[in-house]
């Protein structure tokens, strides 16, 4: 019996899917890397589910590749040849949601934005809102340390995660963490699997932390700059002001202009960033002007404050639509460095510099109130890989990241992607110790392999 007929035999009927496009529409995430041929698709409804799919795996020596709704950018969904690909989709429960505890357990196929829907109906929140919160998962968002919009206040998805279940590789059921705000004991296991990029273990369940929701609206200004060094003191007089801002977004002329082109937002030829902000504190409304004031102080030729809620989703729409924007332009290859926020105007010169001298459009979106950056480099659709130009200007960018003392991938992880730089920022003791955890979670290394380490 061949080992994929051996799978559908420990699994329930209507599981384990092997047909070729079937396979393939499961293969991919939102890069441009082509898959290798997956041998199937298991649609793993329940933990017991994946624990036949790890003992099986281990068994036959079968790379496995979790993946959630695949809306990563780095890679780390995407197929290894040979493999079959767990997907997570289908066990999509929130099996507790309690208001006294402040926490939510949750099934690792549960959409973001589902979560903090069903919160917010006890005047709770789940804070962490990458920009797919509506369509990636929790527990993709686990495995990638998701940040978001909302981190610059909250924290990114390891400051909500309490606990975890994990299937081992050998098929093995670990818990970590607890459902407590405090707790000390032993290693934090939940911390080392969040952000393992799905190659240590399966989550199969979260306990996270939910936050009181704000109780008024947020109260959003849009500020418009004629230089993104303007844009970024801004960004730094806010944070030194105080003004714990919940959301700060910073886009270029080159991400406005391809938002303009679709959409017609009016775009004023002497912009050249725009920032967009937000506080979700009692008193929003006077935190908004006060930061609208910093800016004017920074050089802001234009800055407007939504006084109703429908005016504040006006101006974060601008926001949303920056990523779909850039992708009529062509085929992206969206980048994550993160550095010091106080090296923010530095690196932002330095990107622009890149896509000048090696004459490729890159659009920067910033979380700007972490210093965590997201220049997209543009390339030809139909192109199998991003041509010599573009990997030479992203060279240069990750370089300059890394001298200013910052990292490769602020949120979207390495998967990929990323490899072919990680041992500029890691070195080889971390990475030696690194493949020393990863030897002891999954010894035949048939996790994820070749990603994230
Ligand atoms: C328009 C757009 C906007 C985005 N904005 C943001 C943003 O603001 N912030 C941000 O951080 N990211 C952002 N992303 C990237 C992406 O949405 C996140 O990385 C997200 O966390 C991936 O979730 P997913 O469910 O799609 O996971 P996948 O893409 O399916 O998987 C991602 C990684 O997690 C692993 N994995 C998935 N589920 C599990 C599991 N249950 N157990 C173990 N490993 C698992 C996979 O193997 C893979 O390595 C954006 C993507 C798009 C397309």
């Not at 070729?20 to 589910?49: I, Q, W």
């Not at 208001?99 to 917010?120: K, S, Y």
């Not at 936050?211 to 007089?237: H, N, Q």
């Not at 009529?328 to 550095?339: F, M, S």
């Amino acid at each position: 019996m061949s080992p994929i007929d051996a799978l559908a035999e420990k699994l329930p009927t209507g599981r384990l899917l092997t047909d070729p496009d079937v396979v393939d529409s499961y293969a991919r995430d939102r890069t441009f890397l082509e898959p290798g041929k997956a041998l199937g698709v298991v649609l793993a409804t329940t933990r017991d589910d994946v624990v036949a799919t790890m003992r099986w795996a281990s068994e036959h020596r079968v790379p496995v590749v979790p993946r959630g709704a695949g809306t990563g950018l780095a890679g780390g969904a995407t197929a290894t040849e040979g493999s079959v690909v767990l997907s997570l989709i289908r066990m999509n429960a929130i099996r507790e949601l309690s208001p006294a505890d402040e926490i939510a357990v949750v099934e690792p196929g549960v959409i973001t934005a589902d979560l903090d829907r069903a919160a917010r109906e006890h005047g709770l929140m789940y804070a962490p809102d990458p920009s797919s919160y509506e369509i990636s998962t929790i527990g993709g968002n686990l495995a990638t340390n998701a940040g978001g919009l909302r981190c610059v206040k909250y924290g990114v998805t390891r400051d909500s995660a309490l606990g975890l279940e994990v299937v081992l590789a050998d098929g093995r059921v670990l818990n970590t963490g607890r459902r407590t705000v405090k707790g000390v004991t032993g290693y934090d296991l939940t911390g080392l699997f969040v952000g393992s990029e799905g190659t240590l273990g399966v989550i199969t369940a979260a306990t996270v932390r939910l936050r009181r929701a704000p109780l008024a609206p947020p109260a959003t200004f849009a500020a418009e700059f004629g230089s993104l060094r303007e844009a970024a003191a801004a960004v730094s007089a806010i944070i030194a002001a105080g003004c714990q801002p919940s959301l700060m977004e910073l886009l270029d002329r080159a991400t406005l202009e391809a938002i303009d082109d679709w959409r017609h937002i009016g775009l004023e030829p002497a912009t050249r960033a725009m920032l967009i902000g937000q506080s979700d504190a009692a008193d929003g409304q006077a935190v908004a002007l006060r930061m609208q004031e910093l800016c004017e102080a920074n050089g802001a030729t234009f800055v407007a404050v939504s006084s109703t809620p429908a005016e504040a989703e006006e101006l974060i729409a601008v926001r949303r639509m920056a990523y779909q924007a850039k992708e009529r332009l062509g085929a992206c290859l969206v980048e994550d460095v993160c550095v010091p926020r106080s090296a923010l105007p530095e690196m932002i010169t330095a990107i622009e510099a890149a896509a000048a001298r090696h004459d490729v459009k890159i659009c920067t979106v910033a979380h700007a109130g972490d210093g965590n950056l997201h220049p997209v480099f543009i390339f030809e659709h139909g192109t199998a890989e991003p041509p010599a130009e573009v990997w030479a200007a992203a060279d240069e960018v990750f370089t300059k990241a890394l001298e200013l003392g910052g990292t490769l991938t602020g949120e979207h992880g390495v998967g990929l992607l990323k490899r072919r730089w990680l041992d500029l920022e890691a070195g080889p003791v971390v990475s030696e110790v690194q493949r020393g955890i990863k030897a002891v979670f999954d010894p035949l290394g048939i996790l994820n392999p070749g990603k994230a380490i």
